[in-house]
């Protein structure tokens, strides 16, 4: 009894946020090695078909890195990357194409066996990002693409029959060639387009720390400012960056918040939405100071 009595407490606490966030857009990017664990990506989109029937929109952006490493060491192929982006001959991108169509599948799949619906697409079909050759890297990094413009027609009646769109991002140039694009940046640049009101990016660490080895030092919200002095100071580095930098662009696009937490935490993404504390980093245009960021 002690234990009914309990989920209901915790079903009425969550109450509040269902109906604050009821028939909103959130953007969910997940990648890394957690989508390689079953077990982490199975805890994942449950959180998602919750999200779902509670009558979010919500919508799954992924990479898939890891995955994408194996498969091109079956084909005996090195991955390179250069100022952080994977180099892309045409080989390279035929199997990044591959890897992350099978890998949307089984998500799709996945989801469906859990009781919700769900359509896999990539940025490339019906021209969802129409992307253009990066520029300003060292060197020529192949058939690596920055987005160009977004039509979100598909997406858009998609979400409003509730059926959860499940995206990879390899998208189609001007001229039909294909573009391997950054993950962040296609959920970014899909979170302004549908006018979000949320952007969650799901990595390996809890979120912006000041000390990346102290979890004491975990920085609960920003502002738009904080991340900017985080960013010059080099408090923000390495894979940490092209996130945040990610999560920044969607707030100057008018996505309300966009929240960079730990994915391998089971159900993070309910605790961040459903907890007034949360877990991870919030990061918000305009905010008050506290504690965490006197000093800045």
Known sequence: ME???????????????????????FIIKFGGSALSDEKIRHSVLEDIMFMNYAGMKPVLVHGGGPFINEKLKEAKKKPRFVDGLRV???????????ALTELNRTMVEEIKKMGAEAFGLSCKENRLIVA???????EDVGFVGQVESVDTTVLT???????????????MGENGELYNINADEAASHLAMALKADKLFV??????IMKDKDDLGTLYGSLSLSDVKTL??????ESGMIPKTKACMSALEGKVKKAHIIDGNLPHALLLEIFTDKGIGTEIIKLGRRTKATEGL
């Open 3 to 25: 234990e009914a009595i309990r989920k209901s407490q915790v079903l009425i606490e969550a109450l509040p946020y269902i109906k604050k966030f009821f028939g909103k857009v």
């Open 88 to 98: 892309t001959d045409k080989k390279t991108l035929e199997i990044v194409d591959s």
């Open 132 to 138: 253009k050759k990066i520029q300003g890297t060292s």
């Open 157 to 171: 009646r998609l979400i409003n029959t509730n059926i959860i769109p499940v995206v990879s991002p390899v998208a």
């Open 202 to 207: 799901l990595t390996n660490v809890r979120g």
């Open 231 to 236: 960013l010059d100071k080099k408090i923000v």
